[in-house]
T-cell receptor, first 116, second 116 residues
């Protein structure tokens, strides 16, 4: 079946502009996660959704970052007034539920964001 | 303190040989799951193998096996009969039950290079 998809795959923007990153999870997966991976680094958690609600926003690095999820499916991560330090790969993952620590998260291909 | 430690920034292995990638973790939660992911140059995170803290046997998935030593808090990934396509970054990750079953915590990764 179809995996997690993300768009755009690459985004180049100018400092100060807003960007929107989209994630389409695996059908039926109720949990959705956003991570950020800076060059040569591990993954940094940003936010997760259970259904349409976001119980944990603790990883968002600043108030310029926001995310929403509608219909329990597609999620959008928005970065306002982008800064050069926002340049990274933004990865989305989904899993069946968050009820158990055993649940495997399946990742999309990522969006590579470059802020000039 | 780091929850996941991968001490090998880079590893080389000869094609067809076996290789072990180290991972140690830190938790006081008796219930947790350990995951290994592969990230090729394309950027997508590919789930490889899972080990639960209460699992009696070491996990195996094809050429991948996990050398789980609970008392030492280590979960090393063993890749047998290495192939050129195994060249990638490998990340160890953990999820604790008492963390609210939310994000995975990742190590910084090990870059594996398979030599012909």
């Amino acid at each position: 079946g179809a995996g997690v998809s993300q768009s755009p795959s690459n985004k180049v923007t100018e400092k100060g502009k807003d960007v929107e990153l989209r994630c389409d999870p695996i059908s039926g997966h109720t949990a959705l996660y956003w991570y950020r991976q800076s060059l040569g680094q591990g993954l940094e958690f940003l936010i997760y959704f259970q259904g349409n609600s976001a119980p944990d926003k603790s990883g968002l690095p600043s108030d310029r970052f926001s995310a929403e999820r509608t219909g329990g499916s597609v999620s959008t991560l928005t970065i306002q007034r982008t800064q050069q330090e926002d340049s990274a790969v933004y990865l989305c993952a989904s899993s069946l539920e968050t009820g158990g620590f055993k649940r495997t998260q399946y990742f999309g291909p990522g969006t590579r964001l470059l802020v000039l | 303190a780091q929850k996941i430690t991968q001490t090998q920034p880079g590893m080389f292995v000869q094609e067809k040989e076996a290789v072990t990638l180290d991972c140690t973790y830190d938790t006081s939660d008796p219930s947790y799951g350990l995951f290994w992911y592969k990230q090729p140059s394309s950027g997508e995170m590919i789930f490889l193998i899972y080990q639960g803290s209460y699992d009696q046997q070491n996990a195996t998935e094809g050429r991948y096996s996990l050398n789980f030593q609970k008392a030492r808090k280590s979960a090393n990934l063993v890749i047998s009969a290495s192939q050129l396509g195994d060249s990638a970054m490998y990340f160890c990750a953990m999820r604790e039950r008492n963390s609210g079953n939310t994000p995975l915590v990742f190590g910084k990764g090990t870059r594996l290079s398979v030599i012909a």
